[in-house]
């Protein structure tokens, strides 16, 4: 039995769903395909971020950030409480809970925009063809006038510590932990590292991060990742740059109690023991039974699906999008990128700018960032103005006693055009968007400048910073004097 | 499908244009009447759009090059990606040449803050500079560029605006080669011609302001409340005594066509009146059949559609009689040029009080210097001096107006 298609999507993720749901508005006869299944073998959508990645983890840091401010913050505010406790599966329930809200509602999206949705596993067979083969085994084939792989990316896993989702676990196991551990090892002190280790932290871990790279955040910029650094070890998180992980060993009998690391650093050869250990290393692009190398899809010496800018692939009717292809890999690019594929197809000339993808790291304080950071100026040989303004000088922010951080604004120095924003503090994310906006109509710092903000609001600090880069801040000084 | 861009059909008196500045580049997206080109003439700045969605296939005619009215400045084609196409026709859309140094409210919309900012702080013209920013906004960036390469001493021709060379003299004197501009270079033309081929002379005359002044004075109050808040100038009752004037001095209101004098049955006043960029004449058309309050009324709409730069071709071409008015900004007495075709010209002046003689008494009176300059050729002496005094009469016992004697 063959169903024919204008669309056939592989993977409902960001980058899958995003592409499959255009397409329906398009007016093209879509099909969808996802072989995710959750604790109770149900097909759901929104792949990798909605399940196992974004959101259960922002959940997760939310829930915890609360009990920080409960424990912590409450009493400089004149709230008395008395002892707070975390009820670590009640925490992860709602988690799920959320993740089954937004599961189902990309569910009721792909159904309202007409898309059928296949459960089972895509391989592409031919340029015009795309098999389907459930848990159960039978395969469907389903042709298609146009194929968009959207597979995703699965976390790297690394053969000193393999993965057993019990006591050495990825990113996502580590969103299922029953009660906090008491000492919890992270290996990767990027985003995913970072986030996860926070969580746990917060709620009294006692966390560890390995890093095997001697830069702290190296594409963050050097004023942000610093301050970052300081604030993080602050809120306890031990983060040891240059350690390589080289050996585990589990032991405790057969319930795995813990897990002892072996790494070495600039002292030598160094042993830690945890309870839990999070393996935070990257994520690689999945490809695996997607199609066969007589099909001619090119990969990348990285192992992404080889595309152009508009994310074709060397084969005319069959595109790529979202983590599987190069890029960062971050939800929104791949959103974008699956919109702009389902647009190309309708023959609209929708062109994602790689230039303004911003980025994004979900600790408190945030970290936000979009554009050139002050290094790259420097090794392009581009002159920069640059504004920075600290939270702390900030009426919104010290109302809310939450006032660590900055806002970084970099200018072009000759024509103040905007050319990256980097922020620490509350808000990053939605502060930063503002920037990202205005950079992409070629905005100065002075345009910025003035702009009336409200007053009094944590985006004031992006009108400050502008200003500061133009030498005029109204609320901290400004050290070089100019018109 | 492929069409043609044609330049539009110029007017009568426009032999030619020049095409001023592309904002669209080659292969550009294009969405119906964007802006795609501006071609500059003698009087206005014509703006070409796009007739339709589609994509700039190729220019013709770049910008400094000289065009003719229909012809082909580029090639466009038509379409959407979904590979509908509509009918072409090329829109135009006539824009004075006389740009204020402020942008206009509904080009201020398109400038980012800082860019407007930079513009007004500059003096510069809007459609003079090219947009990079989003669907051809208007950075502070591109008015940065653009600033810097006016200063710069290489001259770039495709700006639009003039090349500027700055030089030291051998003595260490500081001189600045400026080309004239496309308006400047016709004025200068036209002033030459007019002084060159017309045997120009001027006469004058005085006139006592007083009795339009007491009208004035008596009846401006109740003036504006019945016409809709236009006030009582002095320049409608010149026209007025003007156009009766030239009712009774037709060869005044002539022009000379060839080796024809055209006497024409109707009075198109021209009204020289300042603009940011310099003076305009737009014209009283059928002035004849205007009231005191019409003339004031669209006086005060050509003073406001001349600052904000939107007076059309239309209403500045043609004219039978120019009145222009040194004395708005002191002069006492001059000597205006003739405005071709036309054969006369009357300048008005300041009012000033000088003791003048009356009935063997000394009273000090509002007078005006009056000045007719004429095209001997086609007015003799006799009836120029009768035209101005005939003037000056109605001015001076305004009740003559009424009774056309």
Redesign the interface.
């Known amino acids: 039995m063959t169903k024919e298609y204008d669309v056939v999507v592989i993977g409902s993720g960001p980058a899958g769903y995003h592409a499959a749901i255009r397409c329906g508005q398009l007016g093209f006869s879509t099909a969808c395909i996802e072989k995710w299944q959750n604790k109770d073998k149900k097909t759901v959508f929104g792949g990798t971020c909605l399940n196992v990645g974004c959101i259960p983890s922002k959940a997760l840091l939310d829930t915890s950030h609360k009990f920080i401010e409960a424990q912590h913050d409450f009493e400089t505010h004149g709230i008395k409480v008395s002892a707070v406790n975390i009820d670590v599966p009640a925490m992860i329930e709602r988690k799920d809970q959320v993740v089954k809200q937004l599961t189902s509602g990309v569910a009721g999206l792909l159904s309202g925009n007409k898309v059928d949705t296949y459960s089972g596993t895509g391989k592409v067979t031919s340029p015009e063809t795309v098999a389907v083969s459930d848990p159960e085994g039978e395969t469907l084939e389903l042709r298609a006038k146009h194929i968009i792989i959207a597979a995703g990316s699965v976390p790297i896993e690394i053969p000193p510590t393999p993965i057993d989702q019990n006591t050495i676990v990825d990113s996502t196991g580590a969103l299922e932990f029953q009660e906090v551990p008491k000492r919890l090892g992270v290996i990767g002190a990027g985003v995913i590292g970072l986030e996860l280790g926070s969580v746990w932290a917060r709620l009294g871990a006692d966390v560890v991060v390995l890093e095997a790279m001697e830069g702290f955040l190296p594409a963050v910029d050097r004023q942000i990742a610093k301050e970052a650094a300081k604030i993080f070890t602050k809120q306890g998180l031990q983060i040891k740059l240059g350690a390589r992980v080289t050996g585990s060993k589990l032991s405790g009998g057969k319930a795995k109690k813990s897990v002892t690391v072996e790494y070495t650093d600039s002292d030598g050869e160094q042993k830690a023991t945890f309870d839990k250990l999070i393996v935070a290393v990257g994520r690689k692009p999945y490809t695996e039974g997607l199609f066969d190398s007589s099909l001619g899809i090119e990969l990348d010496e990285r192992g992404f699906i080889k595309v152009d800018e508009q994310c074709a692939t060397s084969i005319p009717s069959i595109y790529a999008c979202g983590d599987v292809v190069r890029g960062p890999m971050l939800a929104h690019k791949g959103m974008e990128e699956g919109i702009m594929v389902a647009e190309r197809l309708a023959g609209k000339k929708a062109q994602v700018n790689y230039e303004l993808v911003p980025s994004v790291i979900y600790t408190h304080p945030e970290i936000a960032w979009v554009g050139k950071n002050e290094e790259e100026l420097k090794a392009a040989g581009i002159d920069y103005n640059v504004g920075v303004f600290p939270f702390a000088a900030s009426g919104r922010a010290l109302a809310a006693n939450d006032s660590e951080g900055m806002v970084k604004i970099i200018a072009d120095a000759a024509t103040d055009r905007i050319l990256g924003c980097h922020i620490i503090g509350p808000s990053a994310a939605d502060l930063m968007q503002q920037v990202v906006i205005a950079m992409e109509f070629s905005a100065s710092a002075e345009d910025l400048g003035l702009t009336m903000f409200s007053h009094p609001t944590l985006s004031e600090a992006v009108h400050e910073a502008a200003l500061a880069s133009l030498g005029h801040a109204i609320h901290i000084g400004n050290r070089r004097r100019r018109a | 499908m492929t069409t043609e861009i044609k330049a539009p059909q110029l007017p009568e008196s426009v032999p030619d244009g020049t095409i001023a500045t592309w904002y669209k580049n080659v292969g550009e997206?294009v969405a119906r009447d964007d802006l795609l080109v501006d071609i500059e003439t003698d009087k206005v700045v014509i703006e070409v759009v796009a007739p339709d969605d589609g994509v700039l296939a190729e220019i013709l005619k770049v910008s400094g090059e000289t065009i003719t009215s229909n012809e082909a400045i580029a090639k466009f084609e038509v379409g959407?990606?979904?590979?509908v196409s509509g009918s072409p026709s090329a829109q135009v859309k006539a824009v004075s040449n006389e740009t204020v140094s402020a942008p206009t409210a509904s080009e201020s919309a398109a400038l980012?803050?800082?860019?407007r900012?930079l513009i007004e702080e500059n003096s510069l013209a809007v459609n003079e500079i090219s947009g990079?920013?989003?669907d051809g906004?208007i950075?502070?960036?591109d008015v940065?560029?653009h600033l810097s390469a006016q200063s710069s001493t290489t001259p770039k021709s495709n700006e639009g605006g003039p090349a500027q060379e700055v030089s030291i003299s051998s003595e260490g004197r500081i001189e600045e080669r400026v080309p004239m501009s496309r308006l400047r270079a016709k004025v200068a033309e036209r002033l030459l011609t007019a002084t060159q081929t017309t045997a120009m002379l001027t006469t004058f005359n005085e006139v006592n302001m007083q009795p339009v002044m007491d009208i004035r004075a008596k009846y401006k109050e109740e003036f504006e409340k019945a016409h809709d808040g236009v006030r009582l100038g002095f320049m409608s009752f010149f026209v007025r005594a003007s156009i009766e004037a030239l009712k009774r001095f037709p060869a005044v209101n002539a022009s000379i066509d060839g080796n024809d004098i055209v006497y024409h049955g109707y009075q198109d006043i021209g009204v020289a009146v300042s603009s940011p960029r310099g003076l305009v004449v737009p014209v009283l058309r059928n002035a004849d059949n205007m009231g005191l309050a019409g003339i004031e009324k669209e006086i005060r709409n050509f003073g406001e559609k001349a600052r904000d730069g939107k007076l059309a071709i239309e209403e500045m071409t043609g004219g039978t009689f120019t009145i222009s008015n040194g004395g708005v900004f002191g002069s006492l007495l001059s000597t205006p040029i003739l405005n071709p075709p036309q054969t006369a010209i009357l300048g008005m002046h300041k009012i000033q009080e000088r003791p003048m003689a009356v009935s063997g008494e000394v009273k000090v009176l509002p007078m005006m210097y009056l000045a007719l300059s004429y095209d001997h050729r086609m007015i003799d002496g006799k009836e120029a001096v009768q035209f101005l005094v005939t003037i000056k009469d109605l001015l001076e016992d305004p009740t003559r107006l009424i009774l056309e004697i």
């Open positions: 997206k959407t990606e979904e590979g980012s803050p800082a860019a900012k990079t920013g989003k906004r950075t502070k960036e940065v560029n």
